[in-house]
Each structure stands twice: as structure tokens, then as C-alpha cells.
Nanobody, 121 residues
Framework: VQLQASGGGLVQAGGSLRLSCAGA????????MAWFRQAPGKEREIVAA????????YIEDSVKARFTISRDYAENTVYLQMNNLKPSDTAVYYC???????????????WGQGTQVTVSS
């Protein structure tokens, strides 16, 4: 499974970014997708996940009111819309794919390259 993440950048606090993760059609349509992030000196953590048909989503509590995950089957792309960004959101963001149980539990097996998000105060 090849995943291509994009959309990171430098933004001021309170700003917005939309991350994109494109996958191959055959695998994208049957996989749960997720976004993780890793800040310097911290462990990688899940931010959001969406199951294969979009029927279930998970948003981590600290971003629940600000981040939204969605997927576009026509584009084979999953998005993470991030609003009202805070300096604490600064991290490398990774997209991942696997079964729902693995992306929200035991750990996904397929990862894209990271994209840096930096939020200045």
C-alpha cells in the first residue's frame, strides 16, 4: 500500500491547514485510514481515523472540536481538516492504512511519509 501525504506547512496559531493522503484505488477503498502525529521528544499518537466506508470515525479528544477527517473515494484520498491550530499541534503528521482494529488499536501496517505541521504562536 503506497500512501502519499501532503499539505503540511507553517501557520500561525488560530489558522487552518488541510492534510491530504492519497492511496491506490484498489487498496484505499477497502482500508480504514488514520492520521497520526509525532511531536519532538514524544511518542507517535493517533489523531483521527475513518473506517473503509466512512461509517465510523474517531477523533482524539484534544482535537475533537477542531479537526475533521473525511475521505473522497473519487480521489482515493483521505483528508484531515485542522482548524484553530495551536502551537501544541506542531508535529510530523503521518497517514496510515489497515483494518479498523489495527488503525485504532494494535497499530496499522502501512504508513505514508510524514508531513511537517508547524504552528507559530
Amino acid at each position: 500500500v503506497q500512501l502519499q501525504a501532503s499539505g503540511g506547512g507553517l501557520v500561525q496559531a488560530g489558522g487552518s491547514l488541510r492534510l491530504s493522503c492519497a492511496g491506490a484505488k484498489r487498496t484505499f477503498r477497502s482500508a480504514a485510514m488514520a492520521w497520526f502525529r509525532q511531536a519532538p521528544g514524544k511518542e507517535r499518537e493517533i489523531v483521527a481515523a475513518i473506517d473503509w466506508n466512512g461509517g465510523m470515525t474517531y477523533i482524539e479528544d484534544s482535537v475533537k472540536a477542531r479537526f475533521t477527517i473525511s475521505r473522497d473515494y473519487a480521489e482515493n484520498t483521505v483528508y484531515l481538516q485542522m482548524n484553530n491550530l495551536k502551537p501544541s499541534d506542531t508535529a510530523v503528521y503521518y497517514c496510515a492504512a489497515d483494518t479498523w482494529g489495527k488503525v485504532v488499536g494494535s497499530g496499522p501496517g502501512f504508513w505514508g511519509q510524514g508531513t511537517q505541521v508547524t504552528v507559530s504562536s
